[in-house]
């Protein structure tokens, strides 16, 4: 048990639509990241939040957004869904520090299935 | 990048072996952490070892670290059918964690 929760666990959308998945972040975390993972891949970073501000981004278009909120939860959003967003997106809180970041705690994930 | 890459790929042995997994990767670090990953679900931090560190346990797990080399190896001792699972690799530095494709490990009972 983490103490990270993401909501909905599943979730199936058509070619176009929006989607935003939510994750709430474990207390005393000052950082969230979101992942994407497909089928037998590895994790994916998409971004960071770090005191609601962004402050890394992988290599993921800007339907990619997010958000981070004063008590840590965060929000993805994806606009204008495409077959290839089908994926477990993980989302993991962590303290971030002078020594670089620490342990990451992940979420369950969101299974986001597009049709 | 920053990514760790994991060798190898896919790793199967009897259950009471020993299972070696590397990670190699490019860039000067804070630290490097270890994780696994039952099928579908999310990610498990095992063990962070500092970029100062050599050698770091925790139960069955051993995990070495190499700056000069810039590789890492996590060891688990005595597998069993449980420690099935995925195992990846991330380096920190200045940017955030960046994981590889991982180790598919198959503990057959």
């Known amino acids: 048990e983490t103490g990270v929760t993401q909501s909905p666990t599943h979730l199936i959308k058509t070619r176009g639509q929006q989607v935003t998945l939510r994750c709430s972040s474990q207390?005393?975390?000052?950082?969230v990241s979101w992942y994407q993972q497909a089928l037998g891949q590895g994790p994916q970073f998409i971004f960071q939040?770090?005191?609601?501000?962004?402050?890394g981004r992988g290599n993921f278009p800007p339907r990619f957004s997010g958000l981070q909120f004063p008590n840590y939860s965060s929000e993805l959003n994806v606009n204008a869904l495409e077959l290839d967003d089908s994926a477990l997106y993980l989302c993991?809180?962590?303290?971030?520090?002078?020594?670089?970041?620490?342990?990451?705690?992940f979420g369950e994930g969101s299974r986001l299935t597009v049709l | 990048s920053q990514q760790g890459e994991e060798d190898p790929q896919a790793l199967s042995i009897q259950e009471g072996e020993n299972a070696t997994m590397n990670c190699s990767y490019k860039t000067s670090i804070n630290n490097l952490q270890w994780y696994r990953q039952n099928s579908g679900r999310g990610l498990v931090h095992l063990i962070l070892?500092?970029?100062?560190?050599r050698e770091k346990h925790s139960g069955r797990l051993r995990v070495t670290l190499d700056t000069s080399k810039k590789s890492s190896s996590l060891l688990i001792t005595a597998s069993r059918a449980a420690d099935t699972a995925s195992y990846f690799c991330?380096?920190?530095?200045?940017?955030?964690?960046?994981f590889g494709k991982g180790t598919r490990l198959s503990v057959i009972a």
């Open positions: 207390s005393g975390h000052n950082t």
């Open positions: 939040y770090y005191r609601e501000e962004e402050n």
């Open positions: 991330a380096v920190s530095g200045n940017t955030p964690l960046v």
């Open positions: 993991a809180s962590s303290f971030s520090g002078t020594g670089g970041i620490g342990e990451l705690f």
């Open positions: 070892i500092r970029s100062n560190e």
